[in-house]
């Protein structure tokens, strides 16, 4: 069965500190990736997908950067952290050929 | 444009009673695909279920049943005989397929609270 790791839980990180966040998906191949942003209030924002290695795309402006050095893992990504950029970041999968995507655990950001 | 709507913000029942979720969506496509999600506390997203827009048969699933009326674009989630472990925040989403990938859109979500 596939399973989606996300670390860390939780960070605390100063305002223009770097960032880096990593998710890794076990059991399947090739997955479509997801950075999403949940903000306080609910909302799902998506960050970046990606299709394969090497190949990322940015639905929003903003000051973070996504990569995909392996097939299954997934990095988000800042070099100076901004007080906006709190919340709680989710990563997630999904097959080529399917619709649904599955979430990881989450991981709940605090830029102080 | 592919919007959805969750018009309920929070939900309070007390334990075994009936609740429904509402959900609105607009879409162009012919094609797509929708889906519950829950969150509980603990923050991760767990998928419920996933409905294609050329089926429109109801769906149960112990507790959990979900109505699917394209006629009025709406996919209700309904609760029965509802728990405190219900207790969370649920999403409606829906999918279009982009050339290479699935854009979900999510709805705003409906918090729920079961009270014991």
């Known amino acids: 069965s596939q399973t989606i790791h996300q670390w860390p839980a939780t960070l605390v990180q100063p305002v223009g500190s770097p960032l880096s966040l990593e998710c890794t998906v076990e059991?399947?191949?090739?997955?479509?990736l997801y950075w999403y942003r949940q903000a306080a209030g609910r909302g799902l924002q998506l960050l970046f997908y990606?299709?394969?290695?090497?190949?990322i795309s940015s639905e929003v402006p903003q000051n973070l950067s996504a990569s995909r050095p392996q097939d299954r893992q997934f990095i988000l990504s800042s070099k100076k952290l901004l007080l906006s950029d709190s919340g709680f970041y989710l990563c997630?999968?999904?097959?080529?050929?399917?619709?649904?995507?599955?979430f990881g655990p989450g991981t709940r950001l605090t830029v102080t | 444009a592919q919007k959805v709507t969750q018009a309920q913000t929070e939900i309070s029942v007390v334990e075994k009673e009936d609740v429904t979720l509402d959900c609105v969506y607009e879409?162009?496509?012919?094609?797509?695909?929708l889906f519950w999600y829950k969150q509980p506390p603990s923050g991760e997203l767990v998928f419920l279920i996933r409905?294609?827009?050329?089926?429109?048969q109801n769906e149960i699933s112990g507790r959990y049943s979900w109505n699917f009326q394209k006629s009025t674009s709406s996919f209700n989630f309904t609760i029965t005989a509802s728990q405190v472990v219900d207790s969370a925040v649920y999403f409606c989403?829906?999918?279009?397929?982009?050339?290479?990938?699935?854009?979900?859109?999510f709805g705003p979500g409906t918090s729920l609270s079961v009270i014991p």
């Open positions: 997630a999968w999904s097959p080529p050929a399917n619709y649904e995507q599955y």
């Open positions: 059991g399947t191949s090739n997955p479509n």
């Open positions: 990606s299709v394969g290695i090497g190949q």
């Open positions: 879409t162009r496509d012919t094609t797509y695909y």
């Open positions: 409905r294609n827009s050329f089926d429109e």
């Open positions: 989403a829906l999918s279009e397929r982009k050339t290479s990938y699935d854009k979900v859109i």
